[in-house]
């Protein structure tokens, strides 16, 4: 499955000819999908010469949870090399603000 997953990712790679200096921005909630989707791009950055970075944002919905999983996201991402773009929205503003798009 690995070896199939790397291969359909670098075939549209370069179906969209992504290659050097070109910039890459994973959205990274460190749930598997995402985990998986970063270290397939981490694996294939050195052969495209694609930039890569990651972008995570805590809801600040589930306690400790969300703090552990802020912790998990900064040390995949620094243990890759991969530069992380945070936002952290306080605790409560979705219940102060419903409705409200952060676009």
């Known amino acids: 499955m690995e070896n ?4 359909s990712v670098s075939d549209n790679l370069k179906k969209f000819k992504l ?3 070109d910039r890459v921005i994973v959205a990274f909630s460190g ?8 270290d397939v791009f981490c694996r294939l ?4 010469g694609f930039i ?6 805590n809801h600040n919905l589930r306690g400790d949870d969300s703090l552990r999983e802020a912790e998990f996201v900064a040390g995949f991402t620094a243990d890759r090399g991969v530069p992380l773009h945070c936002r952290s929205i306080e605790h ?4 102060d603000n419903p409705g409200v798009s952060t676009e």
Do not use: Q
Request: aromatic share 14%; net charge positive; no cysteine.
């Open 19 to 21: 290659g050097a200096g």
């Open 52 to 57: 890569l970075e990651a972008a995570y944002v």
């Open 31 to 38: 749930g598997r999908d995402s985990v998986t989707l970063l």
């Open 4 to 7: 199939k997953l790397i291969k």
């Open 45 to 48: 950055r050195s052969t495209f």
């Open 92 to 95: 409560g503003y979705w219940n």
